[in-house]
């Protein structure tokens, strides 16, 4: 009577499945890549918005003495910015009603500075109807340099700063761009360590 041999220690099981999971699509390196680049747009475009903002302008009037007519919007206060080493002065006057315009305090320290100079807020007034005549002179009362004959010295008249929504805008500029780089980062990190430890995908 024949007996089958035993089965050999050495025989190997067939293989099961692989329990790794299957490495993640390309598309989520894009997305973490698309996230860190959304970062760095935003903050820029954020910054650039909130620094426009500040150093928008309405009109520059020249100390020359000549009312000059200037339109202005009405949906806030505007603001009086002269050059700080020029002893220029100005009257403003709504021209709908002939009446100077009260001047007030701007309540901080505001300066700034362009492609035209350095300026300091000297005051803020409302804007009326929006239709203005603005009157500069220099130190001299006649808007000329009394050493050269020569013009000199201007003012700017813009929209009033907001402290509130001036920092508002800087701590927006700061936290998008940090939620979108942070949310890039992790993105790519997990894609990483699942594409290192995964099992290639059919």
């Known amino acids: 009577m024949s007996t089958s041999p035993p089965p050999s220690p050495y025989a190997a099981w067939p293989a099961g499945p692989d329990p790794r999971k299957p490495r993640p699509s390309a598309w989520w390196f894009a997305l973490g890549g698309g996230l860190l680049l959304a970062a760095v747009a935003a903050g820029v475009a954020l910054f650039v918005s909130t ?14 003495g000549a009312p000059h007519t200037v339109t202005v919007p009405t949906d806030r206060d505007r603001v009086l910015w002269l050059d700080p080493d020029e002893a220029v002065r100005c009257q403003v006057v709504d021209g709908a009603t002939g009446r100077p315009v009260v001047m007030s305090p701007v309540g901080a320290d505001l ?21 203005l005549e603005v009157t500069c002179t220099d130190g001299a009362g006649d808007g000329t340099d009394t050493g ?31 939620v979108l780089g942070l949310a890039g980062l992790v993105v790519l990190l997990v894609t990483v360590v699942r594409w290192a430890t995964g099992r290639p995908r059919a």
């Open 51 to 64: 620094l426009s903002a500040f150093l928008e302008t309405d009109a520059t009037v020249p100390a020359d």
């Open 111 to 131: 300066q700034k500075s362009d492609g035209d100079g350095e300026w300091r807020a000297a005051a803020r007034f409302h804007p009326g109807s929006g239709d």
């Open 148 to 178: 050269t004959g020569i013009d000199t010295g201007e003012a700017q008249v813009g929209p009033a700063p907001s402290v509130g929504g001036f920092i508002g805008s800087i701590v927006l500029a700061i936290t998008v761009p940090l």
